[in-house]
């Protein structure tokens, strides 16, 4: 369970895990030298017992502890947990939850940006329900990293998003884009390429898709490089997940001029980042839950509950007419920010 990331406020859960880690060690060499197989044919020794007793107390601590710290997290914290290394990206997702994915590339125009990872998959039981599949790549290694820009997509990038979208248009297809990017590259190449247009014209375009298309947020949700693949019929965010206009430290940058520990969780507050903040505001349809620990302690876990919501979402959306599902995509997002203000009537004296 060791790791070379930690996270401030898992020191404790990771110290506690190290010390189980220890424990099973410890019990594994005692069954070892006592001939034993595993617990079930554990001979009558006291040294064996109580491993065993201890053992299993410092699990339960674990779990218990593990539950208390996810349950009380800051904007803050959900955002450094959205980061996690370990946290599953598209690529990883793609491979537990697709098959027979077959990648497209290239936007026709320009290059492919490995930024955005596209292409037609098959989902859920067999036969599987044909999907066109865009997300965003962060990258895991240093040189992943690098190529794909930290998951910050150029304008070829969006640009190869939406052709894939029309291809599944045409035929017919569902889409499926997955979020996870802190915002759209910010260089000046990308600016000389057309970052904003390229975005502005893949939110125009998908409003209007004539094709089922659901959202979730996996990871982080910066801004327009989010919005840029993530106009849909239904848009979800998984539990530790973040979504906003800016990043905290880009807002604590503005607003004081200075990004640190104390303006960035102030920024985070403020923002209403969190899955729970824009489920309230409207902003998503539902949030998907998290095993315990967040999505980088169990992947296979956040993946099953990853696909049991598109599964469900694509089920619903298939029995809507294609005008009426296109009026309920436009009105969703027409709504968004809405507000009725009233004055008081004067009172007469």
């Known amino acids: 369970m060791a790791t070379f990331y930690q996270l401030d406020f898992e020191k404790p859960i990771v110290e506690l895990e190290r010390q189980i880690e220890a424990a099973d060690n410890r019990l594994k060499a005692e069954l070892a030298a006592a001939g034993a ?3 079930e044919s ?36 959900t955002v450094r947990v959205a980061r996690h290394p370990q946290r599953p990206q598209s690529r990883e ?21 490995p930024a955005i990872v596209s292409g037609f998959a098959r989902i859920g039981p067999s036969p599987g329900i044909k999907v066109m599949l865009i997300g965003h790549q962060k990258g895991k290694e240093t040189a992943e990293k690098i190529a794909c820009h930290f998951g910050c997509a150029h304008p070829e990038g969006y640009r190869k998003a939406l052709l894939k979208m029309k291809l599944a248009e045409k035929f017919g297809v569902p889409i499926v884009t997955l979020v996870d990017t802190p915002g759209a590259y910010p260089g000046l190449g990308a600016e000389q390429r057309g ?6 014209v893949n939110m125009l375009e998908m409003s209007r898709l004539r094709t089922p298309i659901v959202s979730v947020v996996i990871g982080e949700g910066g801004s327009g490089g989010a919005l840029g693949i993530a106009v849909a019929d239904r848009v979800a965010m998984m ?3 973040w979504y906003s206009v800016i990043s905290p430290e880009g807002c604590a940058a503005i607003l004081w001029k200075e990004a640190n520990e104390q303006t960035n969780q102030a920024a985070a507050r403020s923002l209403k980042l969190t899955a729970a903040d824009n489920l309230s505001l409207g902003i998503i349809n539902e949030i998907i839950p998290e095993p315990v620990g967040g999505a980088h302690r169990d992947q296979r876990g956040a993946a099953t509950n990853l696909l049991g919501w598109v599964l469900a979402r694509l089920n619903e959306l298939s029995r809507v007419p294609m005008d009426e599902l296109l009026q309920q995509r436009y009105e969703r997002f027409r709504k968004m920010g809405s507000y009725l203000e009233s004055h008081a009537e004067p009172q007469a004296n």
């Open 239 to 241: 539990q530790h997940s």
């Open 195 to 200: 970052q904003a247009e390229a975005i502005a």
């Open 42 to 77: 554990t001979p009558i020794n006291p040294t064996i017992a109580t491993l065993q007793v201890e053992l299993a107390k410092m699990r339960e601590r674990h779990a218990a502890e593990l539950t208390a710290t996810y349950s009380r997290l800051t904007p803050w914290d």
């Open 37 to 39: 197989t595993g617990e």
């Open 93 to 113: 997702y793609i491979s537990m939850i697709c098959r027979d994915f077959a990648e497209l590339h290239g936007d026709r125009r320009y290059g492919d940006d």
